[in-house]
């Protein structure tokens, strides 16, 4: 599949927009012993004169919706659509924005707050456990942990969440739309098949998402990609909303539902058994194991993350098909 027509960098160009990128600043400033940086460590103790540069509140509102809608002028022709920006999204996401700079990369998270389950290990405890091997994966983006062996723990959940978010984050081809809800599938007739190709979402803000009932119609937007990884999470409120969706349109007979907890059995069984589901559509995460009935696994996330790197990979291998 041939990516998009021209690339993100060349839209925003288009927009010309005048700010310049000021990129890892605080990674070239030099720092005093006392380990900040320069300008920093002298605006400290000289409040008296202190003043912000000055600013119209319009130019506030036109830097958030000029940027915005740009981002969503560009992204409305996508190359790869994450749908659920938890644990397993997040590390999709890295894998292809790392992979495949040249892909235009779209992440949709119906919350405000990315990260799905996985600020907090388990119940309301903070360490994050991880079954080796998948400290691999959080020694690819540089979090510590704890090894005791056959597993690994980070000290807290929300430093593996946060440091995977600030990196896809920072990437120039992905962006992520949060507080925003996939709420239906586009498709296509599947050439030689007798079902359909998934080929992009139908979005909406999650606020109109969820008042559809109680409100007139409020159409939704649509994102078109030849290529989607669903990860949204087992059933619930918001999740397996791909999974279900297939079910409802008869893509899918039924779904075997998420067993009981078996955290031996179910870490692999979401790893090896993440796929392309229906052309066009990956599933991965806590989200399959609605497909296959594969046992949920409890307060342990390597096999989010690495679901996450095997879900960039079958993408990849959809979309240059
Ligand atoms: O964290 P989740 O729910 O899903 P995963 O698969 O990334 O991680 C699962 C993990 O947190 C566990 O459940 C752990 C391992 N426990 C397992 C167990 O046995 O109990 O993230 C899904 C994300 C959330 O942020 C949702 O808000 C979002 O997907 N989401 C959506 N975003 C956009 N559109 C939608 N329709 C949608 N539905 C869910």
Redesign the pocket.
Known sequence: MAPSAISPAQQHAQLAFASKKVKDAAAVEDRTEDGLTKSLNEMMGSWDNFTFAPIRESTVSRAMTRRYFADLDTHAESDIVI?????????AAYTLGTLRPDLRITL????V??????WLG?QLFSAMVMRKPADVFLREIGVPFDDEGDYVVVKHAALFTSTVMSKVLAMDNVKMFNA????DLITRPDEGGAGVRIAG?V?NW?LV?MHHDDQSCMDPNTINAPVIIS????D?P?????VKRLVSMKQLEQLEG?RG?DMQR?EDA?VKNTREIVPGLIV??????EIDGA???????G??AL??VKAAEEAIRVFDL
């Open positions: 749908v659920g920006a938890g644990s397993c999204g997040l590390s949709i998270e119906a919350g707050a990315p990260g799905g389950g996985a388990g925003t809800t996939v709420e979402v979005t999650t998402s990860t949204t999470g087992h619930g918001f999740g397996a909303f791909s998420m907890l179910a979401i991965g995460g806590m989200e399959l194991s046992n949920r696994m409890g307060p342990t996330f096999a989010m679901s996450g």
